[in-house]
């Protein structure tokens, strides 16, 4: 009975014993569990500090956050602040602008995002690298144990806290900065051509001048001011009946006329300007774009050095101006007449005697006697020049010019050494200068008329025994035309094989 109360108390004191264990236990259980999970979710971002830093350090860093020295607070403001643009260059387009790329510890790149020089970036134990705007990285010495790291307070933006451990030391380093763009300058614009052309017809002349002008001025459009033919007034240059032997040596750039001013040089050139009792405009179109008259048209004039482009069409002609009546075939022979092209061999043939004047010598070749009888071109044109001023009687059809096509000349290394853009821009002006001046002759002869007549002209067509008669003399030049010249012969061949296959058509589309 004595043993009970001494086991008792043995039981009490071990109970008291392993209560204090397990109280220990517990303790050290927590202090593990919240240093290593609960500490680093409580530790704010950018609190970390060097581990080399001592506890001293560690115990003055929050007083020497607040207390810095006026440098440190100039810096901290200076870092705050954005970084200013580069002042814009003029001169060129500006470049794109730079993308900042993130950096490992969340950063963006470049000058104005750079991590301070000696921080650790969290997870690596590595001090950071400043990033050079060039690619190049600076490495700065980890600060000595005890001492600040420079900068390390003056971050405007604290860094986050990473939880995952880099897998390598290469995975927490900070990106190179990309490479600049390589900046290609615009191409430079193409220098303008200037081409000098000398002109047949003066500017203020109805079609004939406006024509030529139209091309002076749709060109410099239609290219972007990037080619200039510029027009210069009838003689400005050289002659007008010059300007073929001009162009072919190159003494000017071009000209503007019509091929049948050249038939004492090349006689086909004269079927490419207007053919006695030929076709109207578009059988003759027809013919020399889909017929074959373009590409010997160009042969000819490439043999003589010249590059030519049909550049201008006007509607039928008037057959001219007489001082007298002409009742028939008689009444021509002996008469003294200014005369254009194919047409002057024709009336040559019924006893005319013909000369080829510029409109500026018909006036005085009137008053002095030179000439009876006078064709230029038609009412439109005649009226501006003034012929009812010297004759009355005025008559028509014009059957030596149904038609009559207009062109520009271009020395033919010249016409080569432009761009293909160039040609095409010249060719599309020209093309459309057909147009127009087709449809302006044809909606302005009328109101010219009526204007004659209210002067006292006497309109007045051929009686038919003298268009029978021009028509045979026509067939007679034609033949010998043919054969004093190989060329004219093909042309010619070319030309009235279209003509008679064209028959088929004309007969059929016409309803009268």
Request: aromatic residues 8%; charged residues 25%; positive net charge.
């Amino acid at each position: 009975m004595t043993g009970l109360p001494g086991g008792h108390g043995e039981t009490r004191e071990q109970e008291v014993r392993n209560a204090i264990i397990g109280i220990v236990i517990g303790v050290v259980v927590g202090v593990v569990v919240g240093a290593t999970v609960v500490a680093p979710r409580l530790n704010p971002v950018g609190s970390e500090v060097s581990p080399g830093i001592s506890p001293k350090a560690k115990a003055i860093l929050p007083a020497a956050e607040k207390t810095l020295p006026p440098a440190s607070r100039q810096a901290e403001k200076l870092s705050a602040k954005p970084v200013e643009k580069l002042e814009k260059d003029n001169r060129h387009p500006p470049f794109p602008e730079q993308v900042d790329v993130p950096t490992a510890s969340g950063a963006p790149s470049g000058a104005a995002s750079e991590t301070p020089p000696g921080v650790k970036v969290s997870g690596t134990g590595r001090s950071a690298e400043k990033i050079i705007g060039t690619g190049k990285i600076a490495t700065k010495k980890p600060a000595k144990s005890g001492q600040l790291a420079s900068g390390e307070a003056l971050s405007p933006k604290p860094e986050k806290a990473k939880t995952d451990p880099p897998q390598s030391v290469a995975d927490s380093e900070t990106p190179r900065a990309p490479p600049a763009p390589v900046y290609a300058p615009p191409p430079a614009r193409p220098k303008t051509v200037h081409l000098k052309m000398a002109s047949a017809y003066a500017s203020t002349l109805p079609q004939l001048g406006t024509l030529a002008k139209r091309l002076d001025r749709d060109i410099w459009r239609v290219s972007d001011g990037r080619l200039e033919i510029k027009f210069y007034e009838p003689g400005t240059l050289v002659p007008p009946l010059e300007m073929f032997d001009a162009v072919r040596a190159g003494a000017i750039d071009a000209a503007f006329s019509t091929p049948g001013f050249w038939g004492n040089k090349v006689p086909a050139l004269q079927l490419f300007a207007a053919v006695p009792f030929g076709p109207a405009a578009k059988e003759f179109l027809a013919w020399i774009y889909f017929g074959g008259g373009k590409e010997q048209f160009e042969e000819i004039y490439h043999a003589n050095g010249i590059h030519s482009v049909f550049c201008g069409l006007i509607a039928p002609e008037a057959s001219g101006w007489f001082r007298n009546r002409i009742r028939t075939v008689e009444d021509l022979k002996g008469l003294k007449m200014r005369f254009f092209g194919l047409g002057a061999k024709v009336m040559q043939r019924l006893g005319v005697v013909t000369t080829q004047l510029s409109s500026g010598d018909i006036f005085v070749a009137f008053e002095s006697g030179a000439i009876d009888a006078a064709e230029v071109s038609m009412p439109s044109i005649d009226l501006k020049l003034g012929l009812h001023r010297m004759a009355k009687n005025y008559y028509f059809p014009g059957w030596h010019q149904p038609a009559t096509l207009f062109e520009l000349m271009i020395n033919l290394k010249i016409w080569r050494s432009l761009s293909v853009s160039a040609k095409a821009q010249i060719e599309a002006v020209c093309g459309d200068n057909i147009r127009y001046g087709l449809a302006e002759g044809e909606a302005s002869q009328f109101q010219a008329l009526k204007k004659l007549q209210a002067q006292g002209v006497e309109v007045r067509r051929w009686p038919g025994e003298i268009l029978e008669a021009l028509n045979a003399a026509w067939v007679e030049v034609a033949r010998d035309e043919a054969k004093a010249d190989r060329d004219f012969k093909r042309v010619w061949e070319s030309l009235s094989a279209f003509r008679k296959e064209y028959s088929i058509w004309k007969e059929l589309s016409l309803p009268y």
